[in-house]
C-alpha cells in the first residue's frame, strides 16, 4: 500500500498507527499525537456516517483524518491546521498512505474556516484543539508545542462558531477536551446551537477522576444528552485495560 517516494525531513520519523497499513510522519520536537486523538477517532467513528464529508479543525499532522479514513466509510475528508510545518508532514502523510483522493489538507485559520470551506458544508466536524486558557509561562508563542496545546491562535468560542457556520443543519460535532472546562464547553456550544448529544468520560485509572471528555454535539438538534460507560485507561501503572486495547485494536 506504502507509496515509497516520500522523503523525511530532518528530525522526522515514521510511525506505524497499527491500523490497515497505516503511518504518520511525525517530529518529536515538535509535536505528536497523543491518546486523546484515538480515543476522538474511535468516539467519532460510532456515528460519522457512509458519504459524509467530514472537516477536521486544527489536525495538525492529520492524525484524524488518517484514522478516521480506516474507521468509517465517510466520502471525504477535509482537515484545516494553521503551522505551516504540520502542514508539510500532514501532506506527505496522506500521499504516504495514498489517501490523496479521501483527504484534502489546507493551511489556513480555524478562526476564519468558514470563509474558506464555505458555510453549511460539512455533515461532521471533529476536533482536538488547544486545551489550555491560561497562556501564562509560555516563553515563545511560536513554539509548535505551545500553540497545540494553549489558546493563542484560536479559542473555545472560535472553534463552536466556525464549527456551527461551517455544518449543516443535523451535522455532528466531534470533540475531545478537559472536564475542568466543561461548564464553559457545554454553553459554548450550546451558544452556537450545538446541542450535546453524546458525552463520555476517560479515566486514567477506575478509581481517578476523569482527564478528558469526548463530546458529540448536533447543530441545532433537539436537548437530550447520553452519558456512555467512562473509558478507563489503565488496570494498573503502565498496563493498559482490555477497554483500551481494543480501541486500539489491540495494539498501543
Given amino acids: 500500500y506504502m507509496n515509497n517516494n516520500i522523503h523525511l525531513k530532518d528530525g522526522e520519523r515514521l510511525d506505524d498507527l497499527q ?23 474511535s468516539f467519532a467513528s460510532k456515528t460519522i456516517r457512509t458519504n459524509d464529508n467530514v472537516l477536521d479543525l486544527g489536525t495538525g499532522t492529520g492524525i484524524l483524518p488518517i484514522l478516521l479514513s480506516a474507521k468509517t466509510k465517510a466520502k471525504h475528508y477535509s482537515a484545516l491546521e494553521i503551522q505551516e510545518e504540520s502542514v508539510d508532514m500532514a501532506k506527505r502523510s ?3 498512505n495514498n489517501l490523496d483522493e479521501k483527504i484534502d489538507i489546507v493551511n489556513g485559520d480555524i478562526k476564519t474556516a468558514s ?4 458555510a453549511a458544508v460539512f455533515d461532521a466536524v471533529t476536533t482536538n484543539p488547544p486545551y489550555m486558557n491560561d497562556n501564562h509561562g509560555i516563553k515563545n508563542p511560536d513554539m509548535p508545542k505551545a500553540i497545540a496545546r494553549h489558546e493563542i491562535l484560536c479559542t473555545l468560542d472560535d472553534i463552536a462558531r466556525e464549527s456551527s457556520k461551517l455544518l449543516k443543519t443535523s451535522g455532528r460535532f466531534y470533540m475531545v477536551h478537559r472536564p475542568f472546562r466543561m461548564t464553559e464547553i457545554l454553553c459554548t456550544l450550546a451558544k452556537y446551537k450545538l446541542e450535546t448529544k453524546r458525552i463520555c468520560m476517560v479515566q486514567p485509572f477506575v478509581s481517578k477522576e476523569p482527564n478528558m471528555v469526548l463530546i458529540e454535539s448536533v447543530k441545532n438538534g433537539k436537548p437530550f444528552v447520553k452519558f456512555e460507560p467512562p473509558i478507563i485507561v489503565y488496570d494498573t501503572p503502565g498496563v493498559y485495560t482490555t477497554q483500551l486495547l481494543n480501541i486500539y485494536g489491540g495494539t498501543v
Avoid: Y
Fill in 94 to 96: 496522506v500521499l504516504l
Fill in 115 to 118: 470563509q474558506i470551506f464555505g
Fill in 19 to 41: 491500523l490497515n497499513n497505516l503511518h504518520i510522519i511525525q517530529n518529536p520536537e515538535k509535536f505528536c499525537f497523543g491518546m486523546d486523538a484515538v480515543l476522538l477517532s
